[in-house]
T-cell receptor, first 116, second 114 residues
Framework: AQSVTQLGSHVSVSEGALVLLRCNYSSSVPPYLFWYVQYPNQGLQLLLKYTTGATLVKGINGFEAEFKKSETSFHLTKPSAHMSDAAEYFCAVTPRGAGGSYIPTFGRGTSLIVHP | GAGVSQSPSNKVTEKGKDVELRCDPISGHTALYWYRQSLGQGLEFLIYFQGNSAPDKSGLPSDRFSAERTGGSVSTLTIQRTQQEDSAVYLC????????????FGPGTRLTVT
């Protein structure tokens, strides 16, 4: 069974500072990896995903994430935080290969707080 | 193009009443998911529909919860005899159905049981 761990339920940064949100997965075969963002009172929307190819993936709003197989990680970063980045961020995985569940596994989410 | 829509956006009901929540997925999406999100909590999977296959109901918390999807499109989540602990935001998502595809989420229905 696969699982997703997001370290830190809350991350606080100053505007202009580096954003780092951590995601680690646990599965025997590296899964497909997704990051979603949820702004207040809205549904989730996709930031970026990794399926195959280049391990550094660029998404919307200046975010990027790097798949590191050796570390079973898919951490989300942004060089310079904006106030508008304040939101809840979810890491999610789906299994690669036949026989797995078609239900994505989501992390518990990390709330990003951006201070002026 | 149109995204996933949900109605109503807010629903206040009295304990013991039944409620129906509606989801209109993106046209052409074969997979549809329902999730529950309580305050400050992550996503709790409820039910999954894929095409004409039998739904995966493994996440439904009790037999008071049921869902159907008519014509492979619109879905309705029904909660019977609502309880205060059912208060949450109910999110619907749709996708093309393969594991490689991302989900598109609706804005949610905020349910408050008084």
């Amino acid at each position: 069974a696969q699982s997703v761990t997001q370290l830190g339920s809350h991350v606080s940064v100053s505007e202009g500072a580096l954003v780092l949100l951590r995601c680690n997965y646990s599965s025997s075969v590296p899964p497909y990896l997704f990051w979603y963002v949820q702004y207040p009172n809205q549904g989730l929307q996709l930031l970026l995903k990794y399926t195959t190819g280049a391990t550094l993936v660029k998404g919307i709003n200046g975010f990027e994430a790097e798949f590191k197989k050796s570390e079973t990680s898919f951490h989300l970063t942004k060089p310079s935080a904006h106030m508008s980045d304040a939101a809840e961020y979810f890491c999610a995985v789906t299994p690669r290969g036949a026989g797995g569940s078609y239900i994505p596994t989501f992390g518990r989410g990390t709330s990003l707080i951006v201070h002026p | 193009g149109a995204g996933v829509s949900q109605s109503p956006s807010n629903k206040v009901t009295e304990k013991g009443k039944d409620v129906e929540l509606r989801c209109d997925p993106i046209s052409g999406h074969t997979a549809l998911y329902w999730y529950r999100q309580s305050l400050g909590q992550g996503l709790e999977f409820l039910i999954y529909f894929q095409g004409n296959s039998a739904p995966d109901k493994s996440g439904l918390p009790s037999d008071r919860f049921s869902a159907e999807r008519t014509g492979g499109s619109v879905s309705t989540l029904t909660i019977q005899r609502t309880q205060q602990e059912d208060s949450a935001v109910y999110l619907c998502a749709s996708s093309f159905g393969g594991l490689i595809y991302e989900q598109y989420f609706g804005p949610g229905t905020r349910l408050t049981v008084t």
